[in-house]
């Protein structure tokens, strides 16, 4: 009997044994089997599931317009993956790379809204009031003559650049650059109805970001440059113009040349930038410290009405703070010009020279513009304009301070 149970113990823990091991390989089969499962899921992953992951937001960067969020792929970026998936992302690059090369011809807010709404582009205009910005390098052909090509073309792409950067900060769009000169507007084809204030900021902010331009062109011995700006907002036709396969985005319009002829101004009255009638009236007030200038033709010749324009020196300083010496100058000056052009055209002519020679003497005889204007007054003092004089200077100009200084 006891070598009986001897025996049926010894091949129990033989059988406890054998089932011991054969758990065992199950368990390393199944270890094996889920280690080599979860490699291939990282494979598949990394091959498929992460190329389409990157795919998909860069689709819905598009669809969500954030194309300046896309951003090329490197080749090491582009080595992973299926071939399908590559070649999948290789073509999405290319028009990645379409869509910003086109918004370098275009302007962005163009691009987004045909983006927007699925469609192509096609020929059309729409009459929309806008505010318009021309600018110019002063005398720019004699800095071009000093300098090489080369040199040329990274001034002005420095230029360029920035004042761009400002434009479209002040959401304004580059319709194009000229030569030197910079067309853009403000309220189009985004609607804003404070188009004219942010025109307006823009130019302050563009005139100030030239003195930045010149410390970077004195570093590398460039000429420095300035500025003459022409700000005007009227009615113009404005949208895609051409033909099928070729088109732009422009304006038409009488009032569409005024920013240039604004422009041109400058260099009469020795101004940085002029504003019309019409852009003045739909500035915020007290926001702006601004002077009259003069009345002058913007649309066609004497058979058209006389316009006012101005000069905006600088924004008013936040309110509460303290102004400084040279904004109490151009408050002023601004103060001497705007009832010197009251009295000038009331006929009052000895009056408004008074006041143009108080704003010479202010500015320690540097203000060009109240030295033409009381040579002005004082020609029309002696001379009388005829009646219905509608305040526009008719006559040759006369040399120019050479009767102040007799009179000072």
Not at 25 to 50: E, G, N, P, Q, Y
Not at 122 to 139: H, L, W, Y
Not at 352 to 364: D, V
Not at 385 to 408: H, I, K, M, N, S
């Amino acid at each position: 009997t006891s070598l009986a149970i001897v025996e049926t113990r010894a091949k129990s823990e033989q059988d406890a044994l054998a089932s011991m091991m054969t758990s065992v390989f199950v368990m390393v089969c199944i270890a094996i089997a889920m280690a080599v499962l979860f490699t291939d899921h990282l494979h598949f992953t990394r091959r498929l599931l992460s190329p389409v992951r990157a795919l998909t937001e860069d689709i819905q960067s598009i669809a969500q317009l954030q194309l300046a969020g896309l951003q090329s792929e490197n080749e090491e970026g582009r080595a992973e993956g299926l071939a399908e998936v590559q070649l999948i992302r290789d073509i999405f690059e290319k028009t990645k790379m379409a869509i910003r090369s086109w918004g370098k011809y275009v302007p962005w807010p163009v691009v987004q809204l045909l983006l927007a709404a699925g469609v192509d582009a096609e020929r059309g205009v729409n009459e929309k009031e806008v505010t318009m910005f021309f600018s110019d390098i002063a005398g720019f052909t004699t800095i071009v003559e000093s300098l090489p090509p080369e040199k040329t073309l990274m001034l002005l792409s420095r230029y360029f650049h920035d004042m761009s950067e400002v434009i479209e900060a002040h959401r304004g769009i580059v319709i194009e650059f000229i030569g030197d000169a910079i067309f853009s507007v403000y309220g189009a084809p985004l609607g804003n109805q404070k188009h004219a204030d942010y025109g307006m900021r823009a130019t302050l902010k563009m005139q100030k970001a030239v003195s930045r331009i010149n410390s970077w062109s004195t570093k590398r011995k460039l000429p420095k440059i300035n500025i003459r700006c022409g700000i005007h907002t009227g009615e113009v036709l404005i949208g895609n113009m051409g033909f099928h396969s070729r088109m732009k985005y422009g304006v038409v319009g009488e009032d569409s040349v005024i920013p240039e002829r604004l422009e041109g101004l400058n260099k009469t009255y020795g101004t940085k930038n002029l504003v019309s009638e019409a852009t003045f009236q739909r500035l915020p007030a007290n926001q702006y410290i601004w002077r009259p200038i003069d009345c002058v033709y913007l649309k066609g010749g004497r058979a058209s009405q006389a316009d006012k324009i101005y000069e905006v020196m600088d924004r008013v300083a936040v309110e509460g703070g303290s102004r400084d010496r040279r904004g109490r100058l151009m408050e002023m000056l601004a103060l001497f010009c705007d009832k010197a052009l009251q009295a000038y055209l009331n006929r009052d002519f000895l009056k408004a020279a008074r006041h143009w020679k108080q704003g010479f003497s202010l500015t320690r005889g540097q203000d060009m513009v109240c030295s033409l204007m009381y040579e002005h007054a004082m020609y029309y003092h002696k001379h009388p304009p005829p009646e219905g004089w509608d305040g526009v200077w008719d006559q040759a100009t006369p040399e120019q301070g050479a009767e102040f200084r007799v009179l000072c």
